[in-house]
């Protein structure tokens, strides 16, 4: 006879003779909220007050097994009971209890079955300590128990390392007992009677000892000091396992100790911030709905762009045919895809199979007139809007009825370019970012004609790319490249008023990038820039202080970085070094200018460069280029290297404060009143106490 009651809306028990089964439905992901908490706690105490209950099983329904604790209670008032408290229960139960894991088992919910007395897998499972992307460490016993299971060095890696591992690795590792296939809630019951059968050992992890490792910790430490100085939650990590040798009850004290000190973190709140701005970007109106089939993609351009792109859509398992001029362009082309895809080989993110199973779906073309069958067709040529305007003119009368006909112009006007079509309602911006197989931002750019389905298409393809689409508008540069050519502006008033190229970089790294703006410039090629400025030039404004002169000499003598051996760096010797002639070029410009150089701290360049992104990003949104603050950014942290754990430019602004940030402005305001003004949008923000925060709870 089986009695099933449930506890809450969340938490069922099902009780078989002397088996009694806990459920977990929590959906989407069966995070451990505080429903959940509640009626664990609730359904241990119960079973272990019920005689004829001989083990306990704990599984729960839909997709995956709990994958951690409820994200969007962190940074509100903590509820009890706490899940430490919860899963300690659970381990001091009298009554043996065992745990069912299917889907992915994540941070808390890792941690609720290492409480468990024995964990059986389902095959497919992935386990994992995700926590440290949050700015947080497993702070529910994870960093006290999984040692005892699996080691330090195991849990050193998972918990560092953030990345889950499947099934079999974990029990290899020990961190689960067995793996098996099936429904968790008939395993549950098979588990259950080996249980009472005796042939499935269950014991409390705690009861477990844990072996000293001196060497890793220290080694471990020494390599988190060198690689992430900029992160707190890693070293904090190091800390909580070096306790697990420590009798349970107080490693885990230490443990929680060093969770709450990250809790209270500026990082958690911008890793947490990050995590949810990835999703909300593309929960938009205008990214759901009705959308187009994209079955074949052709793409035009065999340069870095257009092989880039092509390696990101036959990774997602897109065939693509590509269009060049000439075999010499096309040779260029399968050349770079190839190189692209063995690399993921070599990086180990694909196979042997899957890489010929991607050239395979290759089609290299002369003839544009072959892109009549495909369902979306990616322009990716030289940044010009007479040959643009040709190539549309072209595939308006060769592509299909309903083909999607998209440019990746990093700058230039969609309507101008949709304009050259009859079919200006198929044509949008999809604008990708160097190396577009590897960074995950595709701006989604909306023409004025632009039908739904098309931009809904357009977030459908985003996602089987695995890339984070954002809603931009038209204007130049959209959203992340109009902020940056207005922040590069001020990098360069820095540098024209005192400030080295090397100085700023190391100041912008301290704050957090992972390459200071000379040295992307260099990697990516000082040309592209100069050529951008060139293409402009008629638009630049002649009251600017000063344009960036030293950029233009400097490329003038054939110094593009690394490709050419010297930009702001000289790469002849074993490490990059500051380029003495580079240097002597910003000094005759001062000269020539009448600057006297003045000194300017680390903190005075991260100011005026954080300050002059924040002042364009408001302006972003401020015209609805960008739809909310969390799109610009996601747009800095997906496309631009802006760090994560400041969760963007306009995150980053509410933490520096309005009040701050205005004052700020109106002190540079008077150095240079046309470049440093304040938004309006800003003003209005600081009389009505809002943040941005409360803008994109706005919508
Ligand atoms: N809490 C709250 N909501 C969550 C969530 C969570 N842990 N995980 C996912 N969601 C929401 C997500 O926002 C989205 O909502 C929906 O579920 C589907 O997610 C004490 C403190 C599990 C691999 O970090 O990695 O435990 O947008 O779109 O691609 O030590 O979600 O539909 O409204 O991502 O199939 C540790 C985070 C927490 C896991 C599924 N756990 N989640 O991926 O779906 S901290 C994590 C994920 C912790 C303890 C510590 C993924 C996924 P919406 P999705 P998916």
Same mark, same amino acid.
């Given at each position: 006879?089986?009695?099933?009651?449930? @506890?809450?809306?969340?938490?069922?028990?099902?009780?078989?003779?002397?088996?009694?089964?806990?459920?977990?439905?929590?959906?989407?992901?069966?995070?451990?909220?505080?429903?959940?908490?509640?009626?664990?706690?609730?359904?241990?105490?119960?079973?272990?007050?019920?005689?004829?209950?001989?083990?306990?099983?704990?599984?729960?329904?839909?997709?995956?097994?709990?994958?951690?604790?409820?994200?969007?209670?962190?940074?509100?008032?903590?509820?009890?009971?706490?899940?430490?408290?919860?899963?300690?229960?659970?381990?001091?139960?009298?009554?043996?209890?065992?745990?069912?894991?299917?889907?992915?088992?994540?941070?808390?919910?890792?941690?609720?079955?290492?409480?468990?007395?024995?964990?059986?897998?389902?095959?497919?499972?992935?386990?994992?300590?995700?926590?440290?992307?949050?700015?947080?460490?497993?702070?529910?016993?994870?960093?006290?128990?999984?040692?005892?299971?699996?080691?330090?060095?195991?849990?050193?890696?998972?918990?560092?390392?953030?990345?889950?591992?499947?099934?079999?690795?974990? #029990?290899?590792?020990?961190?689960?007992?067995?793996?098996?296939?099936?429904?968790?809630?008939?395993?549950?019951?098979?588990?259950?009677?080996?249980?009472?059968?005796?042939? @499935?050992?269950?014991?409390?992890?705690?009861?477990?000892?844990?072996?000293?490792?001196?060497?890793?910790?220290?080694?471990?430490?020494?390599?988190?000091?060198?690689?992430?100085?900029?992160?707190?939650?890693?070293?904090?990590?190091?800390?909580?396992?070096?306790?697990?040798?420590?009798?349970?009850?107080?490693?885990?004290?230490?443990?929680?100790?060093?969770?709450?000190?990250?809790?209270?973190?500026?990082?958690?709140?911008?890793?947490?911030?990050?995590?949810?701005?990835?999703?909300?970007?593309?929960?938009?109106?205008?990214?759901?709905?009705?959308?187009?089939?994209?079955?074949?993609?052709?793409?035009?351009?065999?340069?870095?762009?257009?092989?880039?792109?092509?390696?990101?859509?036959?990774?997602?398992?897109?065939?693509?045919?590509?269009?060049?001029?000439?075999?010499?362009?096309?040779?260029?082309? @399968?050349?770079?895809?190839?190189?692209?895809?063995?690399?993921?080989?070599?990086?180990?993110?694909?196979?042997?199979?899957?890489?010929?199973?991607?050239?395979?779906?290759?089609?290299?073309?002369?003839?544009?007139?072959?892109?009549?069958?495909?369902?979306?067709?990616?322009?990716?040529?030289?940044?010009?809007?007479?040959?643009?305007?040709?190539?549309?003119?072209? #595939?308006?009368?060769?592509?299909?009825?309903?083909?999607?006909?998209?440019?990746?112009?990093?700058?230039?006007?969609?309507?101008?370019?949709?304009?050259?079509?009859?079919?200006?309602?198929?044509?949008?911006?999809?604008?990708?970012?160097?190396?577009?197989?590897?960074?995950?931002?595709?701006?989604?750019?909306?023409?004025?004609?632009?039908?739904?389905?098309?931009?809904?298409?357009?977030?459908?393809?985003?996602?089987?790319?695995?890339?984070?689409?954002?809603?931009?508008?038209?204007?130049?540069?959209?959203?992340?490249?109009?902020?940056?050519?207005?922040?590069?502006?001020?990098?360069?008033?820095?540098?024209?008023?005192?400030?080295?190229?090397?100085?700023?970089?190391?100041?912008?790294?301290?704050?957090?990038?992972?390459?200071?703006?000379?040295?992307?410039?260099?990697?990516?090629?000082?040309?592209?820039?100069?050529?951008?400025?060139?293409?402009?030039?008629?638009?630049?404004?002649?009251?600017?202080?000063?344009?960036?002169?030293?950029?233009?000499?400097?490329?003038?003598?054939?110094?593009?970085?690394?490709?050419?051996?010297?930009?702001?760096?000289?790469?002849?010797?074993?490490?990059?070094?500051?380029?003495?002639?580079?240097?002597?070029?910003?000094?005759?410009?001062?000269?020539?200018?009448?600057?006297?150089?003045?000194?300017?701290?680390?903190?005075?360049?991260?100011?005026?460069?954080?300050?002059?992104?924040?002042?364009?990003?408001?302006?972003?949104?401020?015209?609805?280029?960008?739809?909310?603050?969390?799109?610009?950014?996601?747009?800095?942290?997906?496309?631009?290297?802006?760090?994560?754990?400041?969760?963007?430019?306009?995150?980053?602004?509410?933490?520096?404060?309005?009040?701050?940030?205005?004052?700020?402005?109106?002190?540079?305001?008077?150095?240079?009143?046309?470049?440093?003004?304040?938004?309006?949008?800003?003003?209005?923000?600081?009389?009505?106490?809002?943040?941005?925060?409360?803008?994109?709870?706005?919508?």
């Amino acid at each position: 006879m089986t009695d099933t009651r449930a @506890l809450n809306d969340n938490i069922s028990i099902e009780q078989s003779g002397d088996i009694a089964l806990i459920c977990i439905n929590n959906p989407p992901v069966n995070a451990s909220g505080l429903l959940v908490r509640q009626g664990l706690m609730a359904a241990i105490t119960d079973l272990n007050a019920t005689a004829e209950v001989k083990v306990i099983a704990i599984y729960a329904a839909g997709r995956t097994f709990v994958a951690g604790a409820d994200i969007k209670e962190f940074g509100k008032p903590p509820v009890e009971p706490f899940l430490p408290d919860v899963f300690n229960a659970i381990e001091a139960s009298s009554i043996p209890v065992i745990s069912i894991l299917h889907g992915t088992a994540l941070g808390g919910g890792f941690e609720l079955a290492l409480a468990t007395h024995a964990r059986i897998g389902i095959e497919g499972l992935k386990v994992g300590l995700p926590e440290v992307n949050l700015g947080l460490l497993p702070g529910a016993g994870g960093t006290q128990r999984l040692p005892r299971l699996a080691g330090m060095a195991f849990t050193m890696d998972m918990a560092l390392g953030g990345k889950p591992v499947n099934g079999a690795t974990a #029990l290899e590792a020990g961190a689960i007992d067995r793996l098996v296939s099936g429904d968790p809630r008939k395993v549950a019951l098979s588990a259950a009677q080996e249980v009472i059968d005796g042939t @499935l050992p269950t014991r409390p992890t705690g009861s477990l000892a844990v072996e000293a490792d001196p060497d890793l910790l220290e080694a471990t430490a020494n390599k988190l000091r060198m690689k992430q100085p900029h992160l707190y939650s890693p070293h904090k990590i190091v800390e909580a396992v070096a306790a697990s040798v420590k009798p349970l009850e107080e490693g885990l004290q230490i443990e929680r100790a060093a969770f709450l000190s990250c809790m209270d973190t500026p990082q958690r709140a911008g890793l947490i911030h990050a995590f949810f701005g990835e999703r909300a970007v593309s929960n938009i109106p205008e990214a759901k709905g009705d959308t187009r089939d994209i079955a074949k993609v052709g793409i035009i351009g065999g340069g870095t762009m257009g092989s880039g792109i092509a390696t990101a859509c036959l990774l997602a398992g897109l065939p693509v045919r590509m269009i060049e001029v000439a075999q010499d362009g096309l040779d260029r082309g @399968l050349a770079t895809v190839t190189n692209n895809l063995e690399g993921a080989v070599k990086r180990g993110k694909l196979t042997e199979a899957k890489k010929d199973a991607a050239l395979a779906a290759f089609q290299p073309s002369l003839m544009m007139e072959d892109l009549s069958d495909v369902d979306l067709v990616i322009e990716a040529v030289f940044e010009s809007m007479d040959v643009k305007r040709d190539i549309f003119g072209k #595939l308006d009368v060769i592509c299909k009825e309903g083909a999607i006909l998209a440019s990746n112009t990093s700058y230039l006007d969609i309507n101008d370019i949709a304009a050259c079509t009859k079919r200006p309602q198929d044509v949008l911006g999809l604008h990708f970012f160097s190396p577009a197989h590897v960074m995950r931002l595709l701006e989604i750019v909306q023409g004025k004609d632009t039908a739904p389905d098309v931009l809904a298409s357009g977030f459908a393809f985003a996602k089987r790319l695995k890339k984070v689409g954002v809603l931009a508008q038209v204007c130049d540069g959209f959203i992340g490249n109009r902020i940056m050519n207005h922040y590069a502006k001020a990098v360069g008033y820095l540098v024209l008023d005192g400030a080295s190229p090397a100085e700023v970089d190391q100041a912008l790294e301290g704050f957090g990038l992972a390459m200071g703006p000379h040295k992307v410039g260099d990697l990516a090629g000082l040309d592209i820039g100069w050529a951008n400025r060139k293409r402009t030039a008629d638009q630049r404004d002649p009251a600017d202080r000063y344009a960036t002169p030293h950029a233009d000499r400097i490329c003038e003598q054939g110094w593009f970085g690394r490709k050419t051996g010297t930009g702001y760096y000289d790469y002849s010797g074993d490490r990059p070094v500051p380029n003495p002639a580079a240097l002597a070029i910003i000094d005759e410009i001062r000269s020539e200018l009448g600057i006297t150089p003045q000194a300017f701290s680390a903190e005075e360049i991260v100011e005026r460069y954080i300050t002059a992104m924040i002042v364009e990003a408001v302006r972003v949104v401020e015209d609805g280029t960008a739809k909310r603050p969390v799109d610009v950014d996601m747009v800095f942290l997906f496309g631009y290297g802006f760090p994560r754990f400041r969760g963007g430019p306009l995150h980053e602004a509410d933490q520096i404060g309005i009040d701050t940030l205005i004052a700020r402005i109106e002190r540079y305001g008077t150095e240079d009143p046309r470049y440093w003004q304040v938004p309006a949008l800003l003003r209005k923000m600081q009389e009505d106490g809002e943040t941005f925060a409360g803008l994109n709870r706005k919508g």
